[in-house]
């Protein structure tokens, strides 16, 4: 299957996922709910979380975003504890540091053997949603140095149970869905066909905006650029992060997002000269730099050793590009230019640093809508498209910069009303 419809048989879908809220007996207090102190939104119960995860150690994905399902985290700038319960966790690897164990002891969360038992099969499968963290950990790479993170297969292993249980719960699953394009696509068909839950994706898209900018629905951009320094042989793990960026600004254009013709991976003095050519903009690069706090100062053509970029064309004829600049910045800078508009958009993705890493206190605040709705704030397909551009610009790197094109690249869906990115405050209240 090659291209996607947003509007994929919505009204079962969302009545599926009221009779299983429904049926789960709770309630979602929502924003507020937690520092307000209110009461006559707690549910019966708790729903019970199960967090599989590749590793549970300092400042791993699933440390972060399971972690706070149990401390809790600020929410503008008041603590925020989930009203949902961390019941079981299962750790793939154990690697030095492992705080699966303690973490599990300490908080009285069963610590399991297997998926199965995470899930609780042999009871039917007692969960009510489950977080599908696959990120970090010792797993090889292929020849285009793509981490081979088992998600996919995990994810396989999750819905086998649901067909066996006859019942199933939403799924969140972190980053992109596979480093295969053609298995993230199965993984949203697999939640098409089973009318389940599916949300993915990374924090960027929601973590603070400076300044706040969210472009109203219909913005006819016409072209928009990231920038950003990842250094590593897995190119993807950053790019991926500035595609979600470019991706959640993008899809707000005139007539929704339509799907990529091409994407095209440059890496040394081909991106200066792809600039010079103007198949990229200079203009949105300064302008996306001039929001990064960590710009360097100096020329950037002197400072950045061995740049990248990947271009993106997209079937309507807006052009993207997303920019490997090592040396000059640490941030995600978005800049963009707008039919009509004489002056060019711009902002800076904020990230506050490890060990806290605050960017996960919205993307764990969204996800926490999602299982209590079923349904996700932003749609799987952002995702699946983001997926199959970082998969495809591997390809196009490994192959000495072809251009790609791909029938897979051309998802379509409607972007979300409100983009879900916090606001205000990120750190505690004095």
Same mark, same amino acid.
């Given at each position: 299957?090659?291209?996607?419809?947003?509007?994929?048989?919505?009204?079962?879908?969302?009545?599926?996922?009221?009779?299983?809220?429904?049926?789960?007996?709770?309630?979602?207090?929502?924003?507020?709910?937690?520092?307000?102190?209110?009461?006559?939104?707690?549910?019966?119960?708790?729903?019970?979380?199960?967090?599989?995860?590749?590793?549970?150690?300092?400042?791993?994905?699933?440390?972060?975003?399971?972690?706070?399902?149990?401390?809790?985290?600020?929410?503008?700038?008041?603590?925020?504890?989930?009203?949902?319960?961390?019941? $079981?966790?299962? *750790?793939?690897?154990?690697?030095? @540091?492992?705080?699966? +164990?303690? &973490?599990?002891?300490?908080?009285? =969360? #069963?610590?399991?053997?297997?998926?199965?038992?995470?899930?609780?099969?042999?009871?039917?499968?007692?969960?009510?949603?489950?977080?599908?963290?696959?990120?970090?950990?010792?797993?090889?790479?292929?020849?285009?140095?793509?981490?081979?993170?088992?998600?996919?297969?995990?994810?396989?292993?999750?819905?086998?149970?649901?067909?066996?249980?006859?019942?199933?719960?939403?799924?969140?699953?972190?980053?992109?869905?596979?480093?295969?394009?053609?298995?993230?696509?199965?993984?949203?068909?697999?939640? $098409?066909?089973? *009318?389940?839950?599916?949300?993915? @994706?990374?924090?960027? +898209?929601? &973590?603070?905006?400076?300044?706040? =900018? #969210?472009?109203?629905?219909?913005?006819?951009?016409?072209?928009?650029?990231?920038?950003?320094?990842?250094?590593?042989?897995?190119?993807?793990?950053?790019?991926?992060?500035?595609?979600?960026?470019?991706?959640?600004?993008?899809?707000?254009?005139?007539?929704?997002?339509?799907?990529?013709?091409?994407?095209?991976?440059?890496?040394?003095?081909?991106?200066?000269?792809?600039?010079?050519?103007?198949?990229?903009?200079?203009?949105?690069?300064?302008?996306?730099?001039?929001?990064?706090?960590?710009?360097?100062?100096?020329?950037?053509?002197?400072?950045?050793?061995?740049?990248?970029?990947?271009?993106?064309?997209?079937?309507?004829?807006?052009?993207?590009?997303?920019?490997?600049?090592?040396?000059?910045?640490?941030?995600?800078?978005?800049?963009?230019?707008?039919?009509?508009?004489?002056?060019?958009?711009?902002?800076?993705?904020?990230?506050?640093?490890?060990?806290?890493?605050?960017?996960?206190?919205?993307?764990?605040?969204?996800?926490?809508?999602?299982?209590?709705?079923?349904?996700?704030?932003?749609?799987?397909?952002?995702?699946?498209?983001?997926?199959?551009?970082?998969?495809?610009?591997?390809?196009?790197?490994?192959?000495?910069?072809?251009?790609?094109?791909?029938?897979?690249?051309?998802?379509?869906?409607?972007?979300?009303?409100?983009?879900?990115?916090?606001?205000?405050?990120?750190?505690?209240?004095?």
């Amino acid at each position: 299957m090659n291209a996607f419809d947003p509007q994929f048989d919505r009204r079962s879908f969302f009545a599926a996922s009221a009779a299983g809220i429904a049926s789960a007996g709770w309630a979602w207090g929502g924003q507020g709910e937690a520092e307000s102190g209110t009461t006559d939104s707690i549910p019966k119960r708790k729903p019970r979380v199960a967090a599989i995860n590749s590793v549970y150690r300092l400042r791993s994905h699933a440390y972060h975003i399971a972690g706070r399902f149990i401390h809790g985290y600020t929410r503008n700038g008041f603590h925020h504890q989930p009203p949902f319960e961390l019941v $079981r966790m299962w *750790n793939h690897q154990q690697p030095k @540091g492992d705080l699966g +164990p303690s &973490t599990c002891d300490q908080h009285g =969360i #069963e610590l399991c053997k297997s998926i199965s038992q995470a899930l609780g099969e042999k009871q039917g499968l007692d969960i009510d949603a489950i977080l599908l963290i696959i990120e970090h950990g010792d797993y090889p790479q292929n020849e285009r140095h793509q981490v081979l993170y088992p998600r996919y297969e995990f994810f396989d292993q999750i819905t086998e149970i649901f067909r066996k249980t006859g019942r199933s719960v939403p799924i969140f699953v972190d980053k992109h869905l596979s480093y295969d394009h053609q298995l993230a696509a199965k993984m949203v068909q697999t939640a $098409r066909t089973m *009318n389940f839950g599916l949300m993915a @994706g990374s924090s960027l +898209p929601v &973590t603070w905006r400076r300044p706040e =900018i #969210e472009p109203t629905l219909g913005t006819p951009f016409k072209e928009g650029l990231v920038c950003f320094g990842y250094e590593g042989d897995a190119v993807e793990v950053y790019l991926f992060h500035a595609l979600e960026v470019l991706q959640c600004m993008l899809e707000r254009r005139k007539g929704g997002e339509t799907g990529v013709k091409s994407v095209e991976f440059l890496q040394g003095d081909a991106v200066w000269i792809a600039g010079d050519e103007e198949r990229w903009s200079w203009r949105l690069l300064d302008a996306a730099l001039a929001r990064c706090p960590s710009k360097n100062t100096g020329p950037i053509r002197e400072n950045v050793l061995n740049p990248q970029a990947l271009l993106v064309e997209y079937e309507d004829g807006t052009r993207g590009a997303a920019l490997n600049l090592v040396e000059q910045t640490s941030e995600f800078g978005f800049a963009a230019t707008i039919e009509g508009w004489s002056e060019t958009l711009s902002t800076c993705f904020y990230l506050p640093a490890p060990p806290g890493a605050r960017f996960f206190d919205p993307l764990t605040y969204n996800i926490e809508k999602f299982f209590a709705s079923g349904v996700s704030p932003y749609p799987v397909e952002r995702t699946l498209l983001t997926s199959t551009m970082t998969d495809l610009a591997t390809q196009s790197l490994h192959e000495g910069g072809r251009v790609v094109t791909d029938p897979a690249l051309r998802v379509k869906y409607a972007a979300p009303k409100e983009s879900g990115f916090f606001r205000g405050p990120y750190v505690d209240a004095g």
